[in-house]
C-alpha cells in the first residue's frame, strides 16, 4: 500500500522552513516565532490541514524539548497552567466546526500586538508585580483554545508567562511541559474531528526527521544566549506572529 503523500514542491518550500522554526521555538531560542508555523504552511494548504500535519512533528519535538530541558521546571507553575490549558482544548473541540480559523487567528494576532503595545508604553520595573492568577487562567484557557485551532497557543501564554522574568532555561522547561500536554490533549479530538487521515500523517511523516534538527539548532543557542536578548527575541517573534496572524485574519 503506498502512502497518498503530498508531492507538490511549492508545499515543502514553505513547509520545510515551518517546521524547522516550529523546532527552534520548542528549544525556546526565538520562542514567539512558533506561532508563525501553521500560518506559513497554510500558504501551501488549509489551515486544519497544517495543523494535522503538524501533530506527529510536535508530538517529537514536544518529547524531545522534555528531554532536554527536563531538570528545569517550575512544577508549581505547570501545576496551575495545564488544567487551564486542557479547558482551552475542550473548547476548540466543541466550537470548531463553527469557527473560522482565519478569525481566530486574526483575533490572537491582534491581542498579541496589544499585548507588545503595553509591555512597550509601560515596562515592567523589577519590584512590579506578577500577573494576577485570574489573568493567568484566561489567558491559558485562550492558549489551550488556539493551539488547538492553528498551534497558535505561545502568545495568549506568553503574556501571562514573560512578566514573572523566569530565567531562560526555566522559561523553556515550563512552556516545553505545558504545551506537551495540550498537544497530546488534542490527538483524540483531531481523530474525532476527521483530521488525521492517511495524506496528512504520511506528509507528517516524510517531514518528520526535521524535527529534531530545529530542536537541536534552538537548544544550543538557548543555552547560550543571554536572558535580555533571549526575552528580546521572544518580544520579536510575537511582533511578527501578530502581524502575520492579524494580517491573515483580517486583511488579506
Do not use: E
Amino acid at each position: 500500500m503506498q502512502f497518498p503523500l503530498i508531492t507538490d514542491p511549492s508545499f515543502y518550500a514553505v513547509a520545510i522552513p515551518a517546521v524547522l522554526l516550529m523546532g527552534i521555538s520548542k528549544s525556546g531560542f526565538g520562542a514567539g516565532f512558533g506561532s508563525l508555523a501553521v500560518p506559513l504552511m497554510a500558504l501551501a494548504c488549509p489551515v486544519p490541514q497544517a495543523a494535522a500535519i503538524f501533530m506527529p512533528i510536535l508530538f517529537v519535538m514536544d518529547v524531545l524539548g522534555l528531554a532536554a530541558f527536563r531538570h528545569h521546571f517550575d512544577w508549581k507553575l505547570v501545576r496551575f497552567l495545564v488544567p487551564m490549558g486542557l479547558v482551552g482544548t475542550v473548547v476548540g473541540t466543541l466550537s470548531f466546526h463553527y469557527l473560522d480559523a482565519r478569525t481566530v487567528a486574526g483575533i490572537v494576532g491582534v491581542f498579541t500586538l496589544l499585548f507588545l503595545a503595553q509591555r512597550l508604553a509601560f515596562p515592567p520595573r523589577p519590584d512590579s508585580p506578577h500577573p494576577p492568577r485570574w489573568a493567568g487562567a484566561l489567558l491559558t484557557v485562550t492558549s489551550g483554545f488556539t493551539s488547538f485551532v492553528a498551534h497558535a497557543g505561545g502568545p495568549p501564554v506568553n503574556a501571562y508567562v514573560i512578566p514573572m522574568r523566569l530565567p531562560p532555561l526555566v522559561f523553556t522547561a515550563t512552556m516545553a511541559a505545558f504545551f506537551f500536554m495540550v498537544n497530546l490533549s488534542k490527538w483524540v479530538p483531531y481523530a474525532w474531528l476527521g483530521l488525521l487521515d492517511m495524506r496528512n500523517l504520511a506528509t507528517s511523516l516524510a517531514l518528520m526527521p526535521l524535527a529534531p534538527v530545529g530542536v537541536w539548532i534552538g537548544v544550543r543557542l538557548a543555552h547560550r544566549i543571554q536572558p535580555t536578548l533571549f526575552y528580546r527575541l521572544i518580544y520579536l517573534g510575537m511582533l511578527l506572529t501578530g502581524v502575520k496572524l492579524a494580517w491573515d485574519g483580517f486583511i488579506a
